[in-house]
């Protein structure tokens, strides 16, 4: 019913920077809060930023002054702008979307296929 594709992974140097994207279609009504999730190989899936409906943000401790979301919601896409980048920020990044679909009440989790980010020189 809704699809998120993720684009813009690859390999970066240390210090680099690397913009993802994640459009969202389907049968969309309205979508919620967008997001971007990375799991390293070994450890669990933890949040990296999130964007509430209106423009309110969220970021792990971790990336706070290096990662920017944002969202283009005529487009149902968000992305991350990600700067100064560092080995520990190598993962698969997935996108999430909470939303409301058509024809349907409540509200549904969609994930992307993920993006593979590797920082190495």
């Known amino acids: 019913q809704v699809q998120l594709v993720e684009s813009g992974g690859g390999l970066v140097q240390p210090g680099g920077s690397l913009r993802l994207s994640c459009a969202a279609s389907?049968?969309?009504?309205?979508?919620?809060?967008m997001g971007w999730y990375r799991q390293a190989p070994g450890k669990q899936r933890e949040l990296v930023a999130v964007?509430?409906?209106?423009?309110?943000?969220n970021y792990a401790n971790s990336v706070k002054g290096r990662f920017t979301i944002s969202r283009d919601n005529a487009k149902n896409t968000v992305y991350l702008q990600m700067s100064s980048l560092k080995p520990e920020d190598t993962a698969v990044y997935y996108c999430?979307?909470?939303?409301?679909?058509?024809?349907?009440?409540?509200?549904?989790?969609?994930w992307g296929q993920g993006t593979q980010v590797t920082v190495s020189s």
């Open positions: 964007i509430i409906s209106g423009a309110n943000t």
């Open positions: 389907g049968s969309i009504f309205r979508i919620n809060d």
């Open positions: 999430n979307a909470v939303v409301e679909v058509l024809g349907q009440p409540g509200r549904y989790a969609y």
